[in-house]
């Protein structure tokens, strides 16, 4: 026959048990969790070393186009002042000219 005593202990067996239960179901869904951070930290770290090599790559390319525009500065310099004396020196020539011809 079953005894308000019997009822009793197996409703307390019956909550220990489903604490139990759900003590297992937590650690594992725990470990789940924990083992998903770790994969997205992985891909995290891979992610932020890609973007360090391009940040490079485009400061490398960076550096490398002020170089070059120093350099075209600098010939653009020359040019000018090749062009400056050219022009110095067709300007007396032509006076020299004219005054031949007068």
């Known amino acids: 026959m079953i005894t308000l005593k019997n009822m009793r202990n ?4 019956s909550v220990l048990i489903l604490a139990i239960f759900f003590l297992f179901s937590c650690s594992d869904l725990s470990k789940e969790a924990e083992k998903k951070l ?6 995290s770290d891979s ?4 973007i360090k090599k391009e ?3 485009v400061k490398s390319l960076d550096s490398l186009i002020n170089f070059e525009n120093d350099k075209v500065k600098k010939l653009d310099s020359l040019v000018k002042k090749a062009s ?5 020196i067709s300007n007396e020539k032509i006076k020299k ?3 031949v011809l007068k």
């Open 55 to 57: 940040v490079d790559k």
């Open 97 to 99: 000219i004219e005054k």
């Open 84 to 88: 400056s004396k050219l022009d110095s």
């Open 38 to 43: 770790d994969e997205l930290k992985v891909k």
């Open 10 to 13: 197996f409703k307390n067996y």
């Open 47 to 50: 992610l932020d070393s890609m």
